[in-house]
């Protein structure tokens, strides 16, 4: 059974930009949810998805959106990145009752 | 309201010691707790869960028991291994269908040779 995919693994972006990381969830989970990480502030939620709905959503200003599709497969994008932005974005997926199975992440730099 | 709280890291033992890091929650009805490692350059990996109270999760030569009374899941292992250097993150899952998850900060451990 395939794990999580993220891609890409590695970017390097300029503020101002704007970036989409994409994420492959395992075959049957319909809930797919972001994280980012930096050394500062840890492991913050940003958004979970099922069935193509947003049903929860942290605490993170509007430039930061996401979406699903019918196969599950979900896309996060930061637009007007700002330094601040540059942290390890990851991916978990679950099927009910049981925890998040996590990609590798996509390390995103903003220069 | 639902929170996790693990001890500070970094925690340095020589290998063949015994780890123990702590984790306590606060929580609303009846959550289930979990143990995530991170190793380097990854994502996290489900090390083990619990359910219920007093239940044991176990995995790997890693212990964790489920203590509704100390409101605690303790991570635990015998005798460390230098691959055993990653970040330790406990949480909890709440709600219907665990639709509500939360992170302890992390605890990375350095196992040294």
């Known amino acids: 059974k395939a794990g999580v995919t993220q891609t890409p693994r590695y970017l390097i972006k300029t503020r101002g930009q704007q970036v989409t990381l994409s994420c492959s969830p395992i075959?049957?989970?319909?809930?797919v949810s972001w994280y980012q990480q930096t050394p500062g502030q840890g492991l913050q939620f940003l958004f979970e998805?099922?069935?193509?709905?947003?049903?929860n959503k942290g605490n993170f200003p509007g430039r930061f959106s996401g979406r699903q599709f019918s196969n599950s497969r979900s896309e996060m994008n930061v637009s007007t990145l700002e330094l601040g932005d540059s942290a390890l974005y990851l991916c978990?997926?679950?099927?009910?009752?049981?925890?998040?199975?996590f990609g590798s992440g996509t390390r995103l730099t903003v220069v | 309201g639902n929170s996790v709280t693990q001890m500070e890291g970094p925690v340095t033992l020589s290998e063949e010691a015994f780890l123990t890091i702590n984790c306590t929650y606060t929580?609303?009805?009846?959550?289930?707790l979990f143990w995530y490692v991170q190793y380097p350059g990854e994502g996290l990996q489900l090390l083990l869960k619990?359910?219920?109270?007093?239940d044991k999760g176990s995995n790997k030569g890693f212990e964790a028991t489920y203590r509704k009374e100390t409101t605690s899941f303790h991570l635990e292992k015998g005798s460390v291994q230098v691959s055993d250097s990653a970040v330790y993150f406990c949480?909890?899952?709440?709600?219907?269908?665990?639709?509500?998850?939360?992170f302890g900060s992390g605890t990375k451990l350095n196992v040294k040779p």
């Open positions: 949480a909890l899952g709440a709600g219907n269908n665990f639709n509500k998850f939360y």
């Open positions: 619990a359910t219920k109270a007093d």
């Open positions: 075959s049957g989970h319909r809930s």
């Open positions: 929580a609303t009805g009846y959550p289930s």
């Open positions: 998805y099922f069935s193509e709905t947003q049903r």
């Open positions: 978990a997926s679950r099927s009910s009752n049981y925890g998040y199975t």
